[in-house]
Every structure is written in C-alpha cells, then in structure tokens.
C-alpha cells in the first residue's frame, strides 16, 4: 500500500471513530472517576477553566441534536489534531540530504 | 484517567507540572532521531488516532469504563520519544479545547499518560521483543503486553502523588487498590485494542512501525533458485 493511500485511509478510521462510532461510547464513568466516587474524593474536583468551551464535554454548543453535536466537536477535533500534530513533527523532522535524490524515491510499493 | 482541577494540591501540581516540562523538552529533543520525511506524517496520524480512540470509552463492568491510554501504541508506531509528543499533544487539545482533564492538573496527566504510560509500555514492550523470535509478528504480542502494563503503572503513579498531595482525606492505600485493581482490566482492553491496531499496520506496512525496526533489519536476503 502506497503511503499516500495509508495516511488517507488511516484519518478516514480517525474521523469515523470521532464523528460516529464516538456516539456509542460508554457513558459510565471511566476508572479514576470511579475510583473517586467509591473512595470519597470525587467531590474535591472542580470544573476546568475551559468548561465553558464551545466543544466542552466533546459536545458543540449550539447544536441540539445530540448525535451530531458530539460528531461535530469529533470531527472538529481531529481536525485540530491533525493540524497540530503534523505540523510539529514536520517542523521537527531530520531534513533529508537533497544530494541524494535517490533518498526522496517512495517506498511505497 | 483525566485528573481534573482539584484531585492535587498545587504544590504537587507544580511538581508534576515540572516533571512534564522537562520530559516534553526532552522528547523534542529525542524525537529528531526518529522523524524523517516519511515518519513524520505517521507520527501526526498516530496522535490524531490516539485523541479519536479516546473518545470512545468501552464498559469494563460493574457500571465503569475505560478508554485507550495509547501511550504503548504510539510508541511501538513511531518510537518512544514521538510518542510523548503524541500524547501531550492529544491531552493539550484535549484540556483547552473539550475541557476534558484540568488545566491545572495538565502536567499530572502529562506525567500519568505521556510519561509513564509512554516509557512503561515501551520498556515492557522491548523486554518481552528480546524474549520473542525477531519477527515482525513478534511485534504484535509484545506491544499488547507492554500496553496492558502501562495503564495499572499510571494508575499507580496517580495514587502515589494523590498519597503526597490529595485534596480530599481518603486512605492513600485504598485508592492505590482500588485504581490498580480497575486498570488491570482496563488494561486487557488497551492490550486488545493495541494489539489490533499494530497488527493492522504491520501487515500493511511493516515498514512505517517503529517497533519492528530491528526485526525488519535482521530479515536477510535469501537466494531462490528459479522454479523450473
């Protein structure tokens, strides 16, 4: 598989995991929170300084339909994701000799 | 295993807040050695895929969930040092923009997820590689055991700093069994889906994983002679 067709096919799974199958997560509360709420310290937590977010909770304000609100905010974040992440490790990346045309060549087959 | 805002006093916050600065700035450091122009764009797809997985929490019983940590994952992807970067990439979004882990609490979960949850499952996972024949397929039970053991690791480390600095005056003792006992099962799921996913890629491209670096090197040309 070409990489191209790999890197496509791989954020295709990202924004379908995200935007649909994100609907039919589990709402029961993860481990820590869990572990929390038993032992009695739940209560100590408090909201984040962002949960007035128009994403909070991976749900889009503004949008009713519960399906498509938490879609969107998925959607919208693995856009974000993408762009941020690739850029850094763009940025980051050994450049490659441009000497050596040979080094450019895909390995994809 | 998003802590949010309050679970840790501030002076542990602060401390966990340094042990994420200086492993981040370590991992900028370290990543170099492992992103060229056909790596860098994996490792990007792999942090996008780490936050995506998260959203879906899977039940583990008596009316709790969990959800892929990925910090194993990432690391078997695109080494350990990308992966770091991944995963705080992934809770730095996650924190600003879903409000999902606390800001204050943004250096504990560096250090839960990118730190420990990273450098446990590759540890575990380049130890249990040694043990196994140098295959690419070696590569696939070897991340699921090295994923399984990074989730109880971060989950005890949480219980360590909620020993040192929890607001709330529970028995440190009692939240360490509790958490490791609930993310050992969390674990199995984070070795299953783990193990998939390397899986899938190393049939694929075998080539883009980081993990079967070795393996890949040591395959040796052979001489077939022509069937006739």
């Known amino acids: ?109 | 295993m998003h802590v949010p805002d309050g679970f840790l006093d501030a002076p542990t916050s602060v401390a966990t807040g340094a042990v994420a600065v200086a492993g981040v700035a370590l991992a900028l450091r370290g990543a170099r050695r492992e992103l060229d122009d056909r790596t860098a764009p994996m490792a990007g797809l792999v942090a996008t895929f780490v936050f995506a997985a998260q959203m879906i929490n899977f039940p583990v019983g008596a009316g709790t969930s969990g959800h892929l940590l990925g910090g194993a994952l990432a690391a078997v992807l695109v080494g350990p040092w990308s992966a770091v970067l991944c995963i705080s990439v992934v809770l730095l979004v996650q924190a600003l923009l879903m409000a999902d882990g606390g800001i204050t609490a943004l250096g504990t979960n560096v250090t839960l997820m990118a730190l420990v949850g990273v450098w446990v499952g590759w540890g575990v996972f380049v130890l249990v590689r040694r043990l196994l024949p140098r295959r690419t397929s070696s590569v696939v039970p070897a991340a699921a055991i090295g994923a399984l053991a990074s989730v109880p690791a971060a989950a005890a480390v949480f219980s360590l700093l909620f020993a040192v600095g929890g607001n709330a005056p529970v028995d440190p003792g009692t939240v360490l069994g509790a958490m490791v006992t609930w993310h050992v099962v969390i674990g199995i799921g984070e070795a299953v889906v783990t193990g998939l996913v390397v899986a899938s890629v190393v049939a694929t491209r075998p080539d883009l994983v980081r993990g079967a670096l070795p393996a890949l090197e040591t395959r040796e040309l052979e001489i077939r002679s022509p069937v006739r």
């Open chain 1, 1 to 109: 598989m070409k990489q191209r067709t790999f890197l496509a096919l791989g954020l295709l799974v990202c924004l379908l995991v995200a935007g649909v199958a994100s609907y039919y997560a589990s709402s029961h509360p993860d481990g820590l929170e869990y572990v929390a709420e038993q032992t009695g310290f739940l209560d100590s937590a408090e909201d984040s300084a962002t949960a007035d977010s128009p994403l909070a909770d991976y749900s889009t304000r503004g949008v009713e339909d519960e399906r498509l609100s938490g879609g969107l905010a998925g959607v919208i974040g693995v856009v974000v994701m993408l762009l941020l992440s690739s850029g850094l490790f763009w940025a980051l990346r050994r450049r490659q000799d441009k000497a050596d045309p040979a080094e450019h060549v895909d390995s994809g087959v």
